[in-house]
Structures are given as C-alpha cells and as structure tokens.
C-alpha cells in the first residue's frame, strides 16, 4: 500500500527580502508551503510570494503574515494562522532580526533591548508558539538564524552579538527537549552575507571583512538559503542541537 507524502509547510520570518527571501524561495522549491512573515514592508513579502509561486510551481499555497514577533500575541497570532491556513506547520525558520549598532559607551539601553527583543526574544516566542503543533505532528524542523558575531563577537555589536549567541543556546535546549518528539533545532550562523542589513557598511570595512574570508568572495542569501533546506528536510533527522557556519572559512 503507498504511504500518501505529506506537503510540508513552513514558516519564516522576516521573509520579505535578503536570506528571509532565499530561504522562502528555495523551501518553495522543495515543494512546501510557505508562510511569509514580515514587519512593515508588505510590498517585498509579496514579491517574495510572487517568486515562491514561480519557483513552486502549481499547487504550491504561498501566504503572507504581518506581524511584530517580538510580542507574544503577534507571534502566537502568526503561528495560528499558517496551522489555519495549511493545517499544519513542520518547518519553522526564524530568520527575523535588526541591528542598531553603536560602541557600547554610545549604545543605549533601548537599543539594546530592541535587538534583544527581536532577534532573541522573538526566537523564543515563535518557537514556544509551534511547540504544541510540532508535538501533536511527531514532527518538526527548527532552524534559527544565529550569526558568527554571536561566536566571535564584533566590536560595536554587543547587542546583535548578544542576541545571536543567546539564540545558539537557546537553539541547543530546545533541542535537547524536544528530540524525543521527532522535532530538531539547529542554528545556521551566517558570516558575511551580501544583504541589505551589510550594504550600508564602509568600503574600508567591506574591504577588511573580505581579506579575513578564506573563501575570498562574499556569501550570498543563496548559500545560507542550502544549508537551511537541508537542515529543514527530513534526511537532517539525525541532526540535532547543532550550530552550522555558512561563512566561507571565517
């Protein structure tokens, strides 16, 4: 008798442009469903839609969600409406963050917990808010967004790289907890990545990240875009609590 394949469906925040974006088209590929979580800019949620839908091809379902995954209510609110919408949701991708960077003699302490607030906190919810679907499924993909800033640490950064390195440790519990119930975490640690959030820095920064990368090219949203598939597919099953750079040897 043949098993009948399951659509797997999937949410990502912060899927409107950058890694968010190539994560959304490249699971859209595989043949799942995607819901694309955004915080302000609906225009480029939809754009991404439009590429899932061409990438996906006929029957793929492609949603977008505005919400502020910070607060609790709005990441529940998220969560409930992709299960809604797809009756289930088996991957999860928190790709959602911003930087407000600043030494820290300069930084203040609302910059700090904004960071904190979405790239941490904002982790925690979304994931706390899946738990219970991933559970009654016996079936769940986790996979958070970290950075090598919250390895290594990077001047000016104290609040991103505190925020991506409570993410690892965060990541590597939820592991520990949820494994018995068929469900992984793992953290994807990005290094220099070509996207909006790094256009902005100066040439002589750019310049010195790039002769610090074996690799000698800057990543694109495409090379972290792999390593999320792939965490997110089932042959991953065995692979859990880890932390996989995407950084060209940094």
Do not use: W
């Not at 808010?129 to 958070?144: C, L, S």
């Not at 070509?194 to 750019?206: G, H, I, Q, S, V």
Request: glycine share 12%; proline share 2%.
């Amino acid at each position: 008798m043949e098993t009948k394949e399951i659509r797997r469906a999937a949410v990502v925040t912060g899927g409107g442009r950058g890694i968010g974006r190539a994560v959304c088209v490249r699971l859209a590929k595989e043949g799942c469903d995607v819901c694309i979580n955004f915080a302000g800019n609906a225009a480029a949620a939809e754009e991404t839609a439009k590429l899932c839908r061409e990438a996906g091809g006929e029957g793929i379902r492609v949603m977008t969600v505005k919400a502020d995954i910070s607060r609790e209510e709005e990441a529940d609110r998220l969560i409930a409406e992709a299960v809604e919408a797809f009756g289930r949701v088996d991957i999860l991708v928190n790709n959602a963050g911003i930087t407000r960077d600043n030494i820290m003699l300069r930084m203040s302490a609302e910059d700090f917990d904004q960071v904190i607030g979405t790239n941490l906190r904002g982790t925690f919810l979304c994931c706390k808010a899946v738990t219970r679907t991933m559970m009654r499924q016996k079936y769940g993909r986790i996979i958070n967004l970290s950075s090598i800033v919250g390895i290594h640490g990077n001047a000016g950064q104290e609040n991103y790289a505190a925020s991506k390195a409570g993410v690892i440790g965060l990541t590597k519990s939820i592991a520990k907890e949820l494994a018995s119930r068929n469900i992984t975490a793992n953290a994807v640690a990005p290094g220099y990545i070509a996207t909006d959030m790094t256009a902005n820095l100066p040439e002589k920064e750019k310049e010195a990240i790039l002769a610090g990368i074996p690799a000698k090219r800057i990543g694109t949203p495409e090379d972290v875009a792999e390593a999320v598939a792939f965490l997110a597919s089932e042959k991953a099953g065995y692979i859990n609590g880890q932390v996989l750079g995407v950084d060209g040897g940094m």
